[in-house]
């Protein structure tokens, strides 16, 4: 289920029910993207200009939007209010749709609508919670991905060589976004740890990452470095297919054999996601980086038979 801004005063804004708005069976498909909608009821004065009742309530707090998350890593409540504290702070949780309060004392609950402190982009949609209806992300049957190969499979390598060869900087980060947000929304399900600020500057960094973390979710151990292979026998002759060799024949060429071992090593003994992410983009800065991946790309998904 989604709410948007209904209505705006300078301080305050009201959220609430339009017409897209399903709370009974959802309105938005798990597979976009929305910002999610956190309250932090921190018990603030109501301000006295604005009436409340039942359906324009008081969340006695403030109200904010997190950057696009995709509705499959809203995998539980639990989940949702994660993400809230972790972007905004201890104390900020997903917002639910009986949040507003009035009457005296504003002691009892009322839906559809509330007014919070702060301000949010008109137009804008957002995930909102309700607690006595299936209209929740975490009730769709979909899902994320089971592993990252099920991301990484879906990539179209024809696709992929033609932008490397022809397109703009811009053109081929623009490919890799939706690689990237897919790894982003997959890690914070599954993980718990959100990468999505790393992503939107660095998609290529993003889609390295994703390989990385394949080896990791495979037991490719790190001491699988240490033997050289053959890069190109490995693509395109008895490796073919073999997790392990399309995996080192992949990164080799990326950032420097070196570089990725140690790397790949800290991230297999326990470095967090983010820290692995955030030392791809520096390293990414000493080569041709949108090139030199697509190549190690085309490459990884060639050998593992995902054409």
Same mark, same amino acid.
């Given at each position: 289920?989604?709410?948007?801004?209904?209505?705006?005063?300078?301080?305050?804004?009201?959220?609430?029910?339009?017409?897209? &708005?399903?709370?009974? !069976?959802?309105?938005?498909?798990?597979?976009?993207?929305?910002?999610?909608?956190?309250?932090?009821?921190?018990?603030?004065?109501?301000?006295?200009?604005?009436? #409340?009742?039942?359906?324009?309530? +008081?969340?006695?707090?403030?109200?904010?939007?997190?950057?696009?998350?995709?509705?499959?890593?809203?995998?539980?409540?639990?989940?949702?209010?994660?993400?809230?504290?972790?972007?905004?702070?201890?104390?900020?949780? $997903?917002?639910? #749709?009986?949040?507003?309060?009035?009457?005296?004392?504003?002691?009892? !609950?009322?839906?559809?609508?509330?007014?919070?402190?702060?301000?949010? &982009?008109?137009?804008?949609?957002? +995930?909102?919670?309700?607690?006595?209806?299936?209209?929740?992300? +975490?009730?769709? !049957?979909?899902?994320?991905?089971?592993?990252?190969?099920?991301? /990484?499979?879906?990539?179209?390598?024809?696709? /992929?060589?033609?932008?490397?060869?022809?397109?703009?900087?811009?053109?081929? !980060?623009? #490919?890799?976004?939706?690689?990237?947000?897919?790894?982003?929304?997959?890690?914070?399900?599954?993980?718990?740890?959100?990468?999505?600020?790393?992503?939107?500057?660095?998609?290529?960094?993003?889609?390295?990452?994703?390989?990385?973390?394949?080896?990791?979710?495979?037991?490719?151990?790190?001491?699988? #470095?240490?033997?050289?292979?053959?890069?190109?026998?490995?693509?395109?002759?008895?490796?073919?297919?073999?997790? $392990?060799?399309?995996?080192?024949?992949?990164?080799?060429?990326?950032?420097?054999?070196?570089?990725?071992?140690?790397?790949?090593?800290?991230?297999?003994?326990?470095?967090?996601?983010? &820290?692995?992410?955030?030392?791809?983009?520096? $390293?990414?800065?000493?080569?041709?980086?949108?090139?030199?991946?697509?190549?190690?790309?085309?490459?990884?998904?060639?050998?593992?038979? +995902?054409?």
């Amino acid at each position: 289920m989604t709410f948007t801004v209904l209505e705006q005063v300078p301080g305050y804004v009201r959220v609430g029910a339009d017409g897209a &708005t399903n709370p009974y !069976a959802g309105d938005t498909t798990v597979d976009q993207y929305r910002s999610l909608l956190c309250v932090n009821v921190d018990q603030r004065p109501a301000p006295s200009s604005i009436s #409340f009742d039942f359906y324009n309530g +008081w969340v006695r707090g403030s109200l904010q939007v997190t950057s696009p998350v995709q509705g499959s890593a809203l995998t539980s409540r639990a989940r949702a209010d994660g993400i809230c504290a972790q972007t905004f702070g201890f104390g900020h949780r $997903m917002a639910e #749709f009986h949040d507003g309060y009035y009457g005296p004392g504003f002691a009892y !609950a009322g839906g559809w609508s509330f007014w919070g402190a702060g301000s949010i &982009t008109t137009g804008t949609r957002f +995930w909102t919670a309700i607690d006595d209806q299936p209209a929740n992300p +975490w009730n769709s !049957a979909g899902g994320t991905p089971q592993s990252v190969d099920d991301i /990484l499979a879906t990539i179209d390598i024809r696709a /992929l060589s033609q932008v490397v060869r022809f397109g703009s900087d811009a053109e081929i !980060a623009a #490919f890799y976004t939706p690689i990237a947000n897919q790894i982003g929304d997959y890690v914070l399900a599954r993980y718990d740890e959100d990468l999505r600020g790393e992503i939107a500057d660095n998609p290529e960094a993003a889609v390295v990452f994703g390989m990385l973390l394949y080896g990791k979710e495979h037991g490719i151990p790190s001491e699988a #470095f240490d033997n050289p292979i053959d890069c190109s026998a490995a693509m395109y002759t008895v490796s073919r297919a073999d997790p $392990m060799h399309c995996f080192i024949a992949a990164l080799h060429g990326i950032i420097g054999l070196s570089d990725i071992q140690h790397l790949y090593h800290d991230f297999v003994h326990g470095m967090s996601a983010t &820290t692995v992410l955030r030392a791809v983009k520096v $390293m990414a800065r000493r080569v041709a980086w949108g090139i030199t991946i697509g190549i190690a790309i085309f490459e990884f998904v060639h050998c593992m038979d +995902w054409i």
